[in-house]
């Protein structure tokens, strides 16, 4: 990994809203420490960004500590591990039985979970389900055999930690040669970073949820629709979102207006460098350890064939673009001939985006991208499978697919064909009968989806149509079939549930704290069918676990630790319960999951 | 229900349609929660949409497509069926002791917001009003302290504080239960206080409050609210608030009926979510025998009213 120097850019003189979202080109470095700061870090090392370390072996030793970082002009602490953002990379091979020694210098509780790592629950470290967490000042060692290859990461479990800069790569490294050849190999780890206090963050959110969205519909907006389209059209264009009091906006709670979108630690004025040579293959191990990010992210000039998604091996595909969010990984290869290429990750909500540079040499740079415009959420967003075709029309070209809607004639259809599956004998199809929960009638929830989609080949709300080729979940195939050839022998339908206007998450419109935990039978395989009624895409982590997603008829496509939930879609994969405890199973945006939008699982 | 509400900007809104769907405040929070009722797999029993108009602007009743609100019908999936008697607490691999995960939907918070702050500017002389919300506790329950009043020539005018349980109800609706003390000019008055306040279709932020008192006293306080987003920062703001009264309360200057009502308009600027400066203009009056007594003091009946002040919440 080449180091960073982020010194070769000047900084531009931009106001200074400017500089908040793009950041200081000498991100981690600090500049202008104010008295009272300086004191706290007194003898304490500057964070180190851009270039995380690289530890391998057998035997690790990690201190999770406080160091100041300035990303933003700002002095402020972060958490981190080994004085780094990110945290040092962990290189670690396949067949190997590692020892990760922990120690938490904060005066907090720490932990830290291995994010998709197949090992026993008392070493997958989140508090108070697999073990009680590292108190202050004490060490736990972690052991675990490692029974898979590809890209990874690991991250605190522990309040608001992740966010606050504790997230590094872990990369399984295969015994025998990996069938995917590159000549070059870097991380590229996306996260966003926040000046503010999460936990206050998450406090005004409880008070206004729209806090940070500064695309909300205006006056403005309505003039110009009436002058475009006519006063009817745009009067009905809004009729839905008002009469339900939704908003179309709605893509993130966090946006730049307070968030950093950060590239292996650093801004995008710091621009994060790889280097390679005219006509290598370089292999680009995307990471998303954000906490409340989805990226959307490109390389203007160069097609990427993903090789890789959530560390297990795919059937090449070749895209332009491809959305992930919290918790995911796609590995890509890509063949670079030109001088320098911009890596492009603009933020779902198209507040900002984090940048950095594949170049032949230090101090380069390429053209960087503007924003996409802002698109609203379409009726297919809050409503589901009225019609796919009809997707990413405006919603008035929808109102024609909606008069069979009242009728539930299409959900009694499916329904009825899921069950002639099932007396059948095998579940060979993920049912289509929406079944809603007692607990989602009521003050916890905003909507219910009562005709949800489930195509995957929706690259999703400001992808689509884009005139670039864009990956889906649909375009995901894992080489070698799934794990466990059995079908499902039964079915758990959980539904992905909030009220955006109180600020509430949770699953079956419960959140966790009043919630029982999921059972599953020691050895048996279950489909998990997850429902999404809100208007927001959920990443949706199973611990312990692998995820295999299967299309609508029931055929496998891929193997997952963190699946894409969209909003309206039902997703169904199939889980082989062959992990025995207690694991967790939640929302990867972090202050989802901290709402509630987290299940217990229990294996026994 | 949390105190600030956004809104949207969709359509210009006048004090006239303001005022319309503030008195029927009640019907609107009833087919809210009465909405709904059937699930997939039920054909029939959501209402088919009955308007057939040209498809331009043929426009659905969204809000009765059982999407919303309602109650759970009889063969609702049980949440809990899954866990085969397990609990968070118990059951194999459990950690020993009571539970230590605890995530934020069991934490309490809290906010405290001045609406309105303001200096008021009439032909008869100048007051200082306020109009605070702060409340602090879960999503679903929570302590709700509502204060208002006048202060003209350093002195008390007017104040209504209000003591509350908050307790949702629907996704969009709380009721309020409580105790209201009135004090100022006149006698204070002490009354309990039953009311419901949320999110009406359309953005409207309502607040229907019945009051109980001594002596056979009832009140009824509407006020309603939107907020109209001219840019992002720039924000129009509707406001509306009737009062009416069963019996007259002379010491008080209040007859029965209609007693008062107030239509304001407040143009804020937005520095940031928590801190917006505003002008406005705000037309009073007063009705019935509360106009009489007013009249009988010297005072005017009908008032305008400029304002200059602060909205803020921390």
């Known amino acids: 990994m080449p180091s960073l120097s982020p010194f070769h850019l000047p900084l531009p003189l931009m106001p200074s809203r400017r500089r908040f979202v793009r950041g200081l080109v000498a991100g981690g470095v600090m500049v202008g420490l104010s008295p009272w700061v300086r004191a706290a870090a007194q003898g304490l090392a500057d964070t180190r960004t851009g270039a995380a370390p690289v530890l391998s072996g057998t035997n690790i030793d990690l201190v999770v500590a406080e160091s100041p970082v300035n990303f933003t002009g700002t002095p402020r602490m972060a958490t981190t591990i080994n004085g780094s953002i990110p945290a040092p990379t962990l290189k670690l091979r396949e067949g190997d039985t590692v020892t990760i020694r922990v120690t938490n210098r904060l005066r907090e509780a720490t932990s830290i979970h291995w994010h998709g790592i197949i090992l026993p629950y008392q070493m997958d470290g989140v508090p108070g389900i697999s073990f009680q967490g590292i108190p202050p000042g004490e060490t736990f060692t972690y052991q675990f055999r490692l029974e898979q290859t590809g890209t990874y990461w690991y991250h605190s479990h522990s309040g608001m930690q992740e966010q606050t800069g504790m997230y590094g790569a872990l990369i399984v490294e295969p015994r025998e040669a990996d069938p995917i050849r590159a000549d070059r190999d870097y991380v590229v780890q996306l996260s966003d970073w926040t000046d503010e206090d999460p936990m206050r963050v998450l406090a005004k959110l409880k008070v206004q949820s729209d806090y940070y969205n500064y695309h909300q519909p205006t006056a403005i907006d309505f003039f110009r629709d009436v002058a475009d389209m006519g006063l009817s059209r745009a009067l009905d264009k809004r009729a839905m979102w008002n009469q339900m009091r939704m908003n179309p906006t709605d893509l993130a709670d966090l946006s730049g207006a307070t968030l950093t979108y950060l590239m292996n630690g650093v801004t995008p004025a710091g621009n994060w460098t790889g280097l390679f040579r005219p006509g290598e293959r370089v292999r680009l191990r995307f990471i998303n350890g954000a906490a409340n990010t989805f990226y959307d992210v490109r390389i203007p000039g160069l097609k990427m064939t993903v090789v890789q998604s959530d560390g297990q091996n795919v059937e090449p595909v070749t895209v332009d673009e491809f959305r992930f969010g919290p918790g995911e990984t796609y590995d890509v290869i890509v063949t670079p001939r030109e001088d320098a290429y911009t890596i492009f990750a603009q933020s779902m909500d198209r507040t900002g985006f984090a940048r950095g540079t594949l170049a032949v040499r230090e101090g380069l740079s390429a053209a960087v991208p503007a924003l996409d415009p802002v698109e609203w959420l379409t009726m297919a967003d809050m409503m589901g499978a009225m019609d796919h075709a009809a997707m990413g029309h405006d919603m008035p070209g929808m109102k024609h697919d909606m008069s069979g809607m009242n009728h539930g004639a299409m959900a009694m259809d499916h329904g009825q064909h899921a069950m002639h599956g099932m007396t059948g004998g095998a579940m060979a199809k993920p049912s289509a009968t929406v079944r809603h929960a007692r607990t989602e009638y009521g003050p916890s929830t905003d909507m219910r989806v009562d005709m949800p989609r489930t195509n995957l080949d929706d690259p999703g709300i400001g992808l689509r149509n884009n005139g670039r080729r864009v990956l889906t979940l649909a375009d995901l195939r894992t080489i070698g079939g799934p794990l466990d050839p059995r079908g499902a022998e039964r079915e758990i339908e959980l539904h992905l549930t909030g009220n955006m206007e109180r600020y509430t998450w949770s699953l079956d419109g419960l959140e966790f704290g009043k919630s029982t935990p999921v059972h599953l039978k020691y050895g048996e395989r279950v489909r998990v069918i997850l429902h999404n009624d809100t208007m927001m895409t959920h990443p949706m982590h199973l611990h312990g676990m692998w995820s295999e997603v299967e299309t609508p008829d029931g055929q496998f496509l891929v193997r997952r630790h963190t699946i894409p939930v969209q909003p309206a879609q039902r997703v169904s994969f199939l889980v082989t319960a062959d992990a025995l405890g207690r694991w967790a199973w939640h929302c990867h945006l972090m202050l989802h999951m901290d709402m509630g939008m987290f299940r217990e699982v229990v294996v026994s | ?314």
């Open chain 2, 1 to 314: 229900m949390k105190l600030i509400k956004r809104r949207f900007a969709m359509k210009p809104c006048s004090l006239f349609t303001a005022a319309l769907v503030l008195l029927g405040a009640a019907p609107v929070w009833a087919q809210t929660t009465m909405e709904g009722g059937g699930h997939a797999g039920h054909p029939g029993t959501a209402p088919a949409p009955t308007r057939a108009e040209s498809p331009a602007s043929a426009t659905m009743d969204y809000g009765s497509m059982n999407m919303q609100g309602g109650p759970a019908p009889a063969d609702a999936r049980d949440p809990h069926a899954y866990s085969n008697g397990l609990t968070l607490e118990s059951g194999p691999y459990a950690l020993p002791g009571p539970r230590q995960l605890r995530l934020s939907d069991e934490h309490a918070f809290g906010s405290v917001l001045l609406d309105r702050l303001e200096r008021v500017y009439t032909k008869d002389g100048n007051a200082t009003a306020y109009d605070a919300q702060a409340w602090f506790g879960g999503t679903y329950d929570r302590l709700v302290l509502k204060a208002e009043g006048d202060v003209a020539k350093g002195k008390l005018e007017e104040a209504r504080t209000e003591v509350l349980w908050g307790h949702a109800i629907a996704s969009y609706w709380d009721t309020q239960l409580g105790v209201r003390q009135d004090s100022g000019t006149g006698p204070d008055r002490t009354w309990l206080a039953f009311g419901i306040r949320g999110l009406a279709p359309y953005w409207f932020n309502v607040d229907a409050t019945a009051y109980v008192g001594s002596s056979g006293r009832t009140a009824l306080r509407l006020s309603g609210e939107y907020e109209l987003l001219l840019t992002q920062r720039l924000i129009l703001q509707p406001r509306m608030e009737v009062n009416l009264y069963r019996q007259r309360d002379e010491a008080r200057g209040l007859g029965s009926g209609l007693a008062d009502a107030a239509a304001g308009l407040r143009l804020r600027y937005e520095f940031s979510r928590q801190f917006a400066p505003y002008v406005g203009v705000e037309w009073a009056g007063k009705f019935g025998q509360t106009a009489d007594f007013a009249r009988a003091e010297g005072q005017r009946t009908r008032e305008t009213r400029y304002v200059v002040g602060v909205r803020l919440w921390f």
